[in-house]
C-alpha cells in the first residue's frame, strides 16, 4: 500500500516548522482551518493565528494591514473563495501594493469531490496569472508543498499557492531541489514531453509508465511555478522529444498552465500540442475515481494525447 | 496665534494647494478633498506621532483615496515630499497618483482608491502593532458614501472582536455620495446606532471644528476601536460647491475660478 499524503497539509507541515524560527509568520483563516491545513499551525502556534471569520474579502485586507506592519502573513481559504470572493482586494491591496502577503487556496480542481461544483476551483489559476507581480505556485505532492512555504517566504512580495484535498502517492523526495521559477525534471525521455502541474504530476508518472510498455519514452517536466514559468526549459525539452508536448493540469483550459505553455511554444517550429484539462465546465459532486473519469483526467487520457502527439 | 488658529491657517493653506494641483491636473476630486481637509490637517500637524523612527510612527490611511489632493497638500506643506511635486498630480511617474500609491510615495502608509479597503487594511495594521506589542496608532478616513461597501461591516465586526483600541476610524460625514445624497441612494440611517452596535466607542463631531477634531482624536477608548462621525460639508470653503452633488468630480471655470479662490483666501473656519 503507498501512502497517500494530501499537499494541503504538507504545505502547513512545511509552514509550521519554518514557523518555528520565524516569529514574524503568521497563519490568517477564514473559518476553514480544518480544511486547508492551517489549523496545523493553529496548534503549533496559536498566538500567532488569526481567524477572521467567514470574510475572505476581509481576510485579504486584514493580511495587507499586518504585512504592512513588518509581519508575513500566510492567508488561507479554499481557492474558490479567496481567488474569487477576495479577488479585488488581492487585485489592488496586495499585487498592485506589492505587499508581502502569501495566499493559499486549498480544494483546487475537481478532486475536492463531494462538495460539488460550487467547493471545486478551476479557475483560481488563470485569475491569479493576471495579477502582476503575483507568483504562481501549484505543488504536486506532499514533500513539494511542505518545501514551498520557505520558497514563499523567501520570495519579497505577493505568491498564491494552490493545494489539494486530495491525497496522493509522493512523485519527489525530501531531498529533490526545489527553485523558484525552475522546471523539475522528473522523468528522461525522447519521444513525447509531458508537462504538468500539481497532482497531475503524479498522474504523468503512471502515464509513462503505461507508454514506456508501447516503447514510447516520455520525458516529465514537473512545473511547481506557474508564473514566472521556466519557459527556457520547457522549450528545449519540448524540442529534445522532437516538439511534441502534453500539457497537464487539473484546471480549467482556459487562462492555466496549458496556455502558459503554449505561449511560450508560439514562435517554435513543429510543436505538437496537446493537453489534458478540464474542458470549460464546472464540477459537481461524486467520487474522486468518477469525477477523474467523467472529466478525462486520468493516466489513460494522458496516454492516448500522448500517442497522438508523436503518431500526428 | 494659538494652535487652532495655527491649523484654521494650515487648512487655508492646504485648501489652495489643493485647487492649484487639481486645476493643474485637469481632474480630480474637489468637494470630498475639501470635506476632509480639516481632517487631515489636525491629524497630521497635531495628533499624529510622526517623530522619530519611521516604525513607531502613528499610520494615517486615506481609504477615501479620491480625496488625495488634500493630502498631497500636506504632505508637501511638512517637507516629506518637495514642492516640485506639486504640478505632478495625476502625471506619469508623479509620486501624486490619482489614487494613492505608496510605491510611487513612501510617505503615504497605504495604498488606498479602491472604496472600503482601507478599513480592513487599518484592522490588519491596529492587530499587527498589537500582536507585536507595540504602541503606534492607526488613523483610517473613510467616506461616509464608501460604507455602502460590504468589506467595511466585515473590518468593523473584527475591529470590535479584536479589541483594536489603537484604531480610530473616521467617518467623513458629509452626506452626498457620487452621484446622489447618501441618504437617497442607499440610507445609512442611525450611523451612531449602527457603529456603537458593531461595537465601537463613537463620537459625533462637527468636522470643520478643530477644537472637537483634537479631542476627538486623541481620545483613549480601553479596550474598544473609536468611530469618530465627522459631520462635514462637501466643497467646504467655497460657496457654490458645499453641499453640492455636482461637485464630486467637476472643474470650476472662468469666473467659478476666481470666486472660488477669493473664497478661499478668505476662508475663515467657525
Given amino acids: ?71 508575513v502573513p500566510f492567508c488561507s481559504s479554499m481557492a474558490v473563495f479567496v481567488t474569487g470572493r477576495g479577488f479585488e482586494i488581492i487585485r489592488n491591496a496586495v499585487a498592485y501594493s506589492h505587499i508581502n502577503v502569501k495566499i493559499v487556496g486549498s480544494h483546487t480542481g475537481i478532486t475536492a469531490a463531494g462538495d460539488g461544483g460550487s467547493h471545486q476551483a478551476i479557475a483560481d489559476l488563470a485569475v491569479m496569472r493576471a495579477l502582476p507581480n503575483m507568483v504562481v505556485l501549484s505543488p504536486c505532492d506532499y514533500h513539494q508543498a511542505a518545501k514551498m512555504a520557505l520558497l514563499m517566504y523567501e520570495h519579497d512580495g505577493p505568491v498564491y499557492v ?23 525534471k522528473l522523468r528522461t525521455g525522447k519521444d513525447v514531453c509531458i508537462i504538468a502541474t500539481g497532482m497531475m504530476t503524479v498522474l504523468a508518472c503512471k502515464a509513462a509508465q503505461l507508454l514506456a510498455h508501447e516503447d514510447i519514452q516520455a520525458s516529465i517536466l514537473n512545473i511547481h511555478t506557474i508564473k514566472p514559468l521556466d519557459t527556457e526549459t520547457i522549450r528545449i525539452e519540448v524540442l529534445t522529444c522532437g516538439g511534441h508536448v502534453v500539457v497537464c493540469e487539473e484546471a480549467n483550459v482556459y487562462g492555466g498552465l496549458s496556455e502558459a505553455v503554449a505561449t511560450a511554444l508560439v514562435e517554435d517550429n513543429d510543436i505538437i500540442f496537446e493537453r489534458v484539462a478540464i474542458e470549460d465546465r464546472f464540477g459537481q459532486s461524486g467520487s474522486t475515481e468518477v469525477l477523474l473519469e467523467e472529466y478525462g483526467i486520468t493516466p489513460e487520457a494522458i496516454v492516448r494525447k500522448a500517442r497522438r502527439a508523436v503518431r500526428r | 496665534m494659538n494652535n487652532i488658529e495655527f491649523l484654521q491657517e494650515k487648512a487655508r493653506k492646504i485648501r489652495i494647494e489643493a485647487l492649484d494641483m487639481i486645476l493643474k491636473a485637469g481632474s480630480g476630486h474637489i468637494g470630498g478633498s475639501f470635506s476632509v481637509t480639516d481632517i487631515l490637517v489636525a491629524l497630521y500637524y497635531d495628533v499624529m506621532y510622526l517623530a522619530g523612527d519611521f516604525s513607531d510612527h502613528d499610520r494615517f490611511i486615506l481609504s477615501k483615496g479620491h480625496a488625495n489632493p488634500a493630502l498631497y497638500a500636506i504632505l508637501m506643506d511638512k517637507g516629506y515630499v518637495p514642492q516640485e511635486a506639486k504640478y505632478t498630480l495625476r502625471q506619469y511617474g508623479s509620486p501624486f497618483q490619482g ?41 483610517v478616513v473613510a467616506g461616509d458614501g464608501e460604507l455602502d461597501e460590504g ?32 441618504e437617497n441612494l442607499m440610507r445609512l440611517g442611525d450611523l451612531h446606532d449602527k457603529m456603537a452596535s458593531f461595537g465601537f466607542v463613537v463620537t459625533e463631531i462637527d468636522g470643520h471644528d478643530f477644537s472637537e477634531l483634537i479631542v476627538a482624536l486623541k481620545k483613549e477608548t480601553p479596550t474598544t476601536p473609536h468611530c ?13 460647491m458645499e453641499d453640492a452633488i455636482a461637485w464630486h468630480g467637476c472643474l470650476p471655470k472662468g469666473d467659478q475660478i476666481v470666486q472660488a479662490y477669493n473664497e478661499l483666501q478668505e476662508y475663515c473656519h467657525g
Fill in chain 1, 162 to 184: 494552490r493545494t489539494s484535498r486530495e491525497p496522493v502517492e509522493d512523485v519527489t523526495s525530501v531531498q529533490d531541489d526545489l527553485q523558484l521559477g525552475k522546471a523539475q
Fill in chain 1, 1 to 71: 500500500m503507498v501512502d497517500k499524503r494530501a499537499t494541503r497539509h504538507g504545505f502547513y507541515d512545511g509552514l509550521v516548522a519554518l514557523a518555528g524560527n520565524h516569529e514574524e509568520i503568521f497563519a490568517v483563516d477564514a473559518d476553514l482551518g480544518s480544511a486547508t491545513g492551517s489549523h496545523l499551525f493553529k496548534k503549533a502556534f496559536p498566538e500567532r493565528y488569526i481567524d477572521v471569520g467567514i470574510a475572505e474579502q476581509n481576510l485579504i485586507g486584514i493580511s495587507a494591514g499586518l504585512a504592512r506592519v513588518g509581519l
Fill in chain 2, 228 to 240: 469618530i462621525i465627522a459631520h462635514t460639508v462637501k466643497g467646504k470653503g467655497v460657496s457654490f
Fill in chain 2, 151 to 182: 468589506i467595511c461591516w466585515e473590518a468593523f465586526m473584527a475591529a470590535a472582536n479584536f479589541d483594536l483600541d489603537n484604531l480610530t476610524v473616521v467617518i467623513d460625514r458629509n452626506m452626498i455620495q457620487l452621484g446622489e445624497r447618501t
Fill in chain 2, 99 to 139: 489614487h494613492p500609491d505608496s510605491k510611487m510615495c513612501s510617505f503615504i502608509d497605504c495604498t488606498t482608491g479602491s472604496l472600503g479597503h482601507g478599513i480592513s487594511i487599518g484592522v490588519g495594521m491596529s492587530l499587527g502593532f498589537k500582536k507585536q506589542g507595540k504602541k503606534n496608532r492607526v488613523f
